[in-house]
């Protein structure tokens, strides 16, 4: 039984306004970045002009280069730092019983719902306490709070799911936990480790409020910070196209990213949230 | 004497190393989260500021509330509580959690729908559908900014190419439309991953039921009612407290999209400006405490009303 022409014709419909509607947007912002000068100001809706000084602004001179850099780099170190704590623990949580555990699980979890705002002022204390104010390991520092909560829950829903018997055998030789950690999870683990670290990644990499509160020069700062403070002498003087430019720089590594790793991501995203 | 000497041995070292290998995570969120936390919450029982944090002085409940008396029968409370701006960005922050999870909800509902079938190109389809989110909250901002533009915008040129309006509209910068302005943001970034959720539930549901229901020749709309939508249900709830949390706190869109303006100051935009912008250490502490409670208090019942399943004992 074949659905009637109408449905499929709606279907489809419905689809193409779909995939319209998320992709434009980003569409626009690259159809935009490669126009200069007054082509800028004609709303165009097909690419006209092949123009790449906008990218070369960006690139050259300024410090938008090492913005990235920044970005990489404290992406990076939180990502590694998160897992590496995440492993042992998740360990913990997941094939060992002892009291307290749900208890444990629940203040982690609580933790991944602290609003940014809340721990602010306190963190700004001890960010200069630390002495680490303006410097990156701030950021390092600051983004465990997100990134090490979510590592934690959905490397231990990932631990639990592994059946007994793998590490049976370990324990009765005798193995001691880090061992079993290292021979027997490790190898298994790498696509959720994979995914989670894909996450974090660009949780930390997209993070706003703590860089731009805790980094007061220029050459300090990430790039979601950079990109927001990019702007002209009056609202009528605003680089519309150097701003999208950098907007297409950042973006790009990330959907591809994205679109490589779709599933895993999917996965990845619906672990931390619908195993609860 | 235990029965199982060597069991219980091994059950007692493995208890020593859960709590050792717990120790570092542990003491990492003590420093980056419950100490910060609770620094906050005394700042907003002070009179710190940006300068003098270490010689903060006790002050009581004046950020929150304080009646100052002018003599004569005259006097003024002052304080957050009594702050119309604080009220305004409350309310500012519900109405946006409010509208946009709710629409972000049915779009991510027809989504999900709609990817949960078998068709051609599917792939390509949910990977479109994922580009939105891929992207960093403050360039959907500014892409955003630059496409609602009021006099180069491509947003108001369809607009107007439709007909549907006959002057430019100022989206960002008109208090009337700054706050549909964010929420066109939000909704359109946070929509796939709504999606993404509810399609995870989606695919918890036995396809055999459907072959059920269209050998009985029940219509689809009944089929998604009675049979997919109560199925879903958890996902979905879990979804959507999880966006809301998330839009209780949002920052980023509005400091980016639409600065400074009454129609869209959020609680975290309001308790920012406070902290360092208007040198009102403690008073924006009270306002972070504040926002904390307020999302404490909803996540706490979130977990007791579901009974979350934190020992994983049922799965």
């Excluded at chain 1, 509607?21 to 690259?30: D, G, H, K, R």
């Excluded at chain 1, 002009?49 to 050259?60: Q, V």
């Excluded at chain 2, 040198?279 to 009974?307: C, K, N, P, V």
Aim: proline fraction near 4%.
């Amino acid at each position: 039984m074949k659905p009637p022409v109408w449905q499929t014709v709606g279907f489809y419909a419905l689809v193409a306004i779909i995939v319209l509607q998320a992709v434009f947007p980003f569409y626009y912002a690259i159809l935009t970045s490669l126009e200069d000068g007054q082509a800028l100001f004609e709303v165009n809706y097909l690419p006209k002009a092949l123009d790449l000084a906008n990218y070369r602004a960006m690139l050259t001179g300024g410090v938008f280069g090492k913005q990235i850099l920044n970005s990489v780099f404290v992406a990076t170190v939180v990502v590694i730092l998160s897992l590496c704590l995440a492993v042992t623990a998740a360990f913990a949580l997941s094939r060992i019983r002892f009291r307290g555990r749900g208890l444990l699980l629940l203040t982690v979890l609580s933790v991944s719902m602290f609003p940014q705002i809340a721990v602010l002022s306190g963190l700004f204390e001890v960010i200069r306490f630390l002495g680490l104010f303006n410097s990156l390991w701030s950021l390092v520092f600051s983004y465990m709070i997100f990134t090490l909560p979510f590592t934690v829950w959905v490397l231990t829903t990932f631990m639990r799911n592994l059946p007994v018997e793998i590490e049976e055998a370990a324990i009765m030789d005798g193995a001691s936990s880090l061992t079993i950690i290292r021979r027997v999870f490790l190898p298994l683990m790498w696509p959720a480790m994979v995914t989670t670290g894909l996450l974090a990644f660009i949780h930390a990499w997209n993070e706003f409020l703590f860089a731009l509160t805790f980094m007061s020069t220029d050459s300090q700062r990430t790039v979601p910070v950079a990109i927001a403070l990019i702007s002209g002498r009056s609202e009528f003087e605003i680089p519309w196209g150097n701003i999208m430019a950098a907007s297409v720089i950042v973006t790009l590594p990330l959907v591809a990213l994205v679109l490589v790793f779709q599933r895993k991501i999917v996965s990845g995203l619906t672990a931390g949230a619908v195993k609860g | 004497m235990s029965a199982n000497p060597v069991k219980s041995r091994l059950s007692r070292n493995r208890t020593r190393s859960a709590w050792l290998f717990l120790l570092p995570m542990l003491v990492t969120l003590f420093v980056v989260a419950a100490w910060p936390l609770g620094r906050t919450v005394w700042f907003s029982f002070t009179d710190a500021s940006l300068d003098m944090m270490s010689e903060a002085r006790w002050v009581g409940i004046r950020n929150y509330l304080e009646y100052v008396d002018f003599g004569g029968g005259e006097g003024q409370y002052y304080g957050l509580l009594a702050d119309a701006r604080w009220w305004r960005s409350v309310w500012n922050t519900v109405l946006f959690a409010v509208v946009s999870v709710s629409f972000e909800t049915v779009f991510g509902l027809i989504i999900a729908l709609v990817l949960n079938q078998q068709f051609r190109g599917r792939g390509l389809v949910r990977a479109a559908v994922l580009i939105p989110w891929a992207i960093p909250t403050i360039v959907s901002a500014r892409m955003w900014a630059w496409m609602l533009h009021d006099q180069f915008g491509i947003i108001n040129d369809m607009l107007q190419g439709l007909g549907l309006i006959a002057e430019p509209i100022a989206w960002t910068a008109s208090p009337d439309t700054a706050m549909i302005a964010v929420l066109i943001v939000d909704i359109w970034k946070t929509t796939p991953f709504m999606a993404l959720l509810i399609l995870a539930g989606l695919q918890m549901v036995p396809g055999d039921i459907y072959e059920a229901a269209k050998l009985d020749g029940i219509p689809a709309w009944r089929v998604f009612r009675k049979v997919t939508l109560p199925l879903i249900m958890p996902a979905v709830l879990v979804a959507v407290v999880f966006r809301a949390l998330d839009a209780l706190r949002v920052f980023d869109i509005v400091y980016v999209l639409t600065p400074n303006t009454d129609a869209t100051r959020t609680m975290s935009v309001y308790a920012r400006e406070n902290l360092f912008d208007y040198d009102q250490f403690a008073y924006g502490s009270a306002a972070s405490t504040l926002l904390f409670l307020i999302i404490a208090l909803i996540t706490i019942t979130f977990i007791m009303a579901t009974r979350m399943d934190l020992e994983g004992k049922r799965s």
